[in-house]
């Protein structure tokens, strides 16, 4: 079998020929395309850093959050190159244009090292990235325009007027006083679509990958007019604040504009499930030393905790005493009861949110286990290599709401996979453009996604029926959490990058103890 290295080798090559029949745009492309040095800095407002002299609470919110990091990312980068081997190439820039999309869009090919990258390309979603977008036409899969470096000085949109904007409200809080770039007000950026851009993803063959937008579309928040930043992009991250409830402060340097009245915030840390797994991402650009930068990654991942803590409630039932020899019934209620969208979402065939259930004895023997992990960190289910090789049984009480990818197996029925990349039937599933209507047969030729989790305000119920031994001593020990990590780690060992698992984190976001008296 060849090695990673040497299919890796195998494509560049194919990229090579590729390349020499000239580059193309399109989300098949694979080759480079060199930008001179000269262009690069032929557009204002394209770099990040041009932002921070006048908006620098905002560009320090950036630096670190996810946005920034995107591209950056050791998760994103091994699964994209693992799918880019299992397609023989035809992804394309498909992930990567969400991930980099000025890098991509000015010619950087996805199978670049980000070490030969541009700072350009490496600063991922930056300001211009959204702030440039003038159009609000449904798009989704990051197939929107983005200024590239030798375009025109792009116009900066945003929740605000322009100074001088034709027919803008003389009203200090919603004009801007000046700019030294051209502004101009689009309700875009208070609504739910605008972040649908990139958060709802479909494959060219109608597989939907990520359905955070549509579930949140089809969700009580949108009718009750609750948007996605209203949570991501408050004070407190899962907590629904409106723009006009936000705290007002001055959105620029006060050096440069010292007449700026206050403003209503949003936050640009874009709190969500990732974190930053590289050392000292952002650090350099925020001048903080190693104490300060470890007290502001503390600080976001309190945020992160926050968030999911903000999402979910759970409640515990089961009876205050038991006879030893009879059966502990336990249940469990899980609510959504804070994300406008599922839970889990997005990348929810990953994203792993799980119920731990585990009863104790008086002496600390555990009597009972279900949702626990094996010696690799991954639950008991069907993918634990402790499972597969007899050491540990299978955990057939599990609640675990990830999502599953589903395709068809060689006897054309269905059987779930790592990832919606077929490796049992359809080796190339990414055609552009696709080969079959998936109108004809009612769903994709290729994968689909199985949902398991819990829609907005929804509950989802689990009950464990517990033997208790007849020599068991009281009282009893129940513990019960609710866990989140956002991948599991037989898929990074899957992808080739099993060095990643130890900076897997997990989150507890709700958790349970109560003391069951054992009667006799």
Avoid at 177 to 183: D, L, V
Avoid at 300 to 322: G, P, S, W, Y
Wanted: overall charge neutral; some cysteine; aromatic content about 8%.
């Amino acid at each position: 079998m060849k090695s990673l290295g040497g299919l890796i080798a195998s494509v560049i090559a194919v990229v090579a020929v590729v390349g020499g029949c000239g580059y193309t745009g399109g989300a098949g492309r694979l080759a480079d395309k060199e930008v001179p040095a000269e262009r690069l800095k032929a557009t204002k407002f394209l770099d990040a850093t041009l932002c921070r002299d006048c908006h620098p609470v905002h560009y320090r919110e950036w630096k670190t959050s996810m946005h920034a990091y995107a591209q950056s990312s050791p998760f994103f980068n091994a699964f994209q190159t693992f799918i880019q081997l299992r397609t023989g190439g035809t992804l394309g820039t498909f992930c990567a244009r969400c991930h980099s999309p000025i890098g991509i869009s000015m010619g950087d090919g996805p199978l670049r090292p980000n070490s030969e990258r541009s700072t350009l390309s490496l600063q991922s979603v930056n300001c211009t990235v959204c702030h440039a977008i003038d159009t609000n036409d449904g798009q989704a899969s990051g197939s929107f325009h983005v200024p590239i470096p030798g375009d025109p000085e792009p116009t900066m949109y945003g929740p605000y007027y322009g100074y001088d904007e034709p027919g803008a409200p003389n009203d200090p809080e919603l004009r801007l006083i000046k700019a030294p770039h051209k502004s101009r007000y689009s309700p875009a950026f208070t609504q739910a679509r605008f972040c649908g851009r990139c958060h709802d993803v479909f494959f060219t063959d109608g597989t939907r990958l990520e359905e955070a937008f549509i579930e949140w579309k089809n969700s009580p928040y949108a009718r009750q007019g609750v948007v996605c930043q209203d949570c991501h992009m408050g004070p407190v991250p899962g907590k629904v604040t409106k723009r006009q409830d936000l705290p007002k402060e001055v959105i620029v340097d006060e050096d440069l504009f010292p007449n700026a009245p206050k403003r209503h915030r949003t936050s640009h840390l874009f709190m969500g499930p990732d974190y930053s797994v590289l050392p000292a991402f952002g650090k350099e650009e925020l001048l903080l030393d190693d104490a300060g930068f470890k007290a502001h990654e503390a600080g976001l991942e309190e945020l992160r905790k926050t968030l999911f803590r903000n999402a979910a409630t759970m409640k515990v039932t089961h009876d205050d005493q038991i006879a030893p020899g009879s059966t502990l019934k336990v249940s469990v209620a899980v609510t959504n009861s804070g994300a406008g969208h599922n839970l889990p979402t997005g990348f929810a065939a990953e994203r792993q949110t799980w119920l731990e259930v585990i009863v104790k004895d008086a002496t600390g023997k555990e009597l009972y286990a279900s949702g626990d992990l094996d010696k690799n960190g991954d639950l008991r289910d069907h993918e634990s290599e402790e499972v597969h090789e007899g050491a540990v049984p299978r955990d057939h009480d599990l609640t675990n709401f990830e999502a599953k990818f589903i395709v068809t197996g060689f006897r054309g029925t269905d059987t779930d996979n790592i990832t919606t990349t077929n490796r049992l039937l359809d080796p190339v599933p990414f055609l552009n453009p696709a080969s079959t209507a998936s109108a004809l047969m009612g769903r994709p030729f290729s994968a689909r996604q199985f949902k398991r989790g819990i829609p907005p305000l929804k509950t989802k119920t689990a009950t464990y029926r517990i033997e208790i031994p007849a020599s068991s001593q009281g009282p009893l020990t129940l513990s019960v959490r609710f866990r989140y990590r956002n991948l599991p780690p037989h898929l990074l060992a899957d992808i080739g990058a099993p060095d990643l698992r130890p900076k897997l984190r997990i989150v507890e976001m709700a958790e349970y103890e109560k003391q069951i008296a054992v009667t006799r």
